[in-house]
T-cell receptor
């Protein structure tokens, strides 16, 4: 079993839909939780960074962390074709950062 | 954008040859990381550095070595490249360990 599990998709939604992306993890020591967006043949770019459990909102993006269930989510409201990318979850304890394999999202006009 | 560049951006090399990849940052971040990205595995940490001349192993360090003689440069060396090291390599930086990391554009390496 991988330390971080993420459904690889692919996920295809119509423009304007609400998108839900999820990861589960097994290491309860993880304290920092991140979501990255990666366009094809580009480096990952940070979308959201959270510490411990709770919600964090930034524009159309909301990150949720439930440490008791070892489950994190990213919600994208009013999805746009420009949101089409691979989304990576990541979590860390000090210098030990682990990534999910990524979910490929396509938003169709 | 944390001002991270990687060179070369693409490289094709033969099995058994040494290869060095360079990461350069302009943000004066203390921590630097090397990852490889493969389908189905996501990003996996190879080595990281927490200061000049201070490095440590990551999850998949076998066959790789690193050096950091200046804050801004972090080198990844494959002493004798193998086909299993064909991958996309990303450099990343952070201010502190555990902080959000900022990634470079990647180097696509093919070992034939």
């Amino acid at each position: 079993q991988k330390e971080v599990e993420q459904d690889p998709g692919p996920l295809s939604v119509p423009e304007g839909a609400i998108v839900s992306l999820n990861c589960t993890y097994s290491n309860s020591a993880f304290q920092y939780f991140m979501w990255y967006r990666q366009y094809s043949r580009k480096g990952p770019e940070l979308l959201m960074y959270t510490y411990s459990s709770g919600n964090k909102e930034d524009g159309r993006f909301t990150a949720q962390v439930d440490k008791s269930s070892k489950y994190i989510s990213l919600f994208i409201r009013d999805s746009q074709p420009s949101d089409s990318a691979t989304y990576l979850c990541a979590m860390s304890e000090d210098n030990d950062m682990r990534f999910g394999a990524g979910t490929r999202l396509t938003v169709k006009p | 954008d944390a001002g991270i560049t990687q060179s070369p951006r693409h490289k094709v090399t033969e099995t058994g040859t040494p290869v060095t990849l360079r990461c350069h940052q302009t943000e004066n971040h203390r921590y630097m990381y090397w990852y490889r990205q493969d389908p189905g595995h996501g990003l996996r940490l190879i080595h990281y550095s927490y200061g000049v001349k201070d490095t440590d192993k990551g999850e998949v360090s076998d066959g790789y070595s690193v050096s950091r003689s200046k804050t801004e440069d972090f080198l990844l060396t494959l002493e004798s490249a193998t086909s299993s090291q064909t991958s996309v390599y990303f450099c990343a930086t952070s201010i502190q360990g555990g902080d959000e990391q900022y990634f470079g554009p990647g180097t696509r390496l093919t070992v034939t």
